[in-house]
């Protein structure tokens, strides 16, 4: 199988250009291995010769390359990604109504201890792009400002009290890995020390079920987002993502990439197969 694997462009990396790289790269190193032929190119690149693969494996987030992969993956090729469920990841609002008919529990509109005030269209690409306030009517004026900055449309949810919890995920694999922020500090723009020293609360496999249910919702393979850990131990979903970067796995990742990219190329073969 020829497998063309495109980085994701440096501005829809925030501090994390090297790390996002890096997981791509061991994924391709994953795939090579099992014999197959894999090519590393830029969004630029991409475009010329995207159409001679088999198989495109992309992290991009740029709207150009995204309709460009939505064209190759009508035309029958495989795209993980799926482009459609990329497209989706950057609408916060569609992604919150989608993961709340699905039964994962997502933050309320209101609250007491304060409010997040996100972009709701596209990626955070800097720290302005999700900002806390004290209260609802600091919110509103937060909101008010970003739109006359440009964005096209924002989201305010209430902020949840408990443990900070950052997970990684490969949908139907089994693999799902969960890290505390809080411990290793890792984090992109410091908002992740608004929830303070974790408790490590037991959560049990509430966050596997809902990671696999919100990748079901959504349509992404490869995912990643934050959740809070009450005293409880419920779990609330606050950021779901396409493709994160693995920094704290990556290795791990990789193999269970790789395995979900073969898995679902053997998939299509077959369904190749049944269909002639």
Known sequence: ????????????????????????????????????????????????????????????????????????????????????????????????????????????AHGNHGYWVKKATGWSMTAKDVMFAQDRSEADSIATEMKANGAEDVEVTAHVVGDLVKF?????????????PGDDRQWKFGDEERNGVPQHYDFGNQIAIMAEKAAEATGLDVYGGDCIVNSCGNVTVIDFNDWPSFSRCADEAAEAIAQRIMTMAGQKKQQKKEYV
């Open 168 to 180: 990684y995920g490969v949908r139907s694999t089994g693999f799902l890995r969960t890290y505390y």
């Open 1 to 108: 199988m020829r497998i063309l694997f495109i980085r994701r462009g440096r501005d829809y990396s925030p501090n994390s250009a090297e790390k996002d790289a890096e997981i791509l790269h061991k994924v391709s190193m994953q795939l090579g291995n099992h014999g197959h032929e894999v090519t590393l190119a830029d969004e630029n690149e991409a475009s010329r010769i995207i159409r001679s693969y088999d198989c495109v494996v992309s992290m991009s987030r740029d709207a150009h390359t995204l309709q460009l992969l939505q064209d190759v993956h009508n035309n029958g090729t495989l795209v993980i990604n799926n482009p459609q469920a990329v497209m989706l990841a950057g609408k916060r609002k569609e992604i919150s109504k989608r993961l709340s008919r699905a039964g994962v529990t997502t933050a309320p």
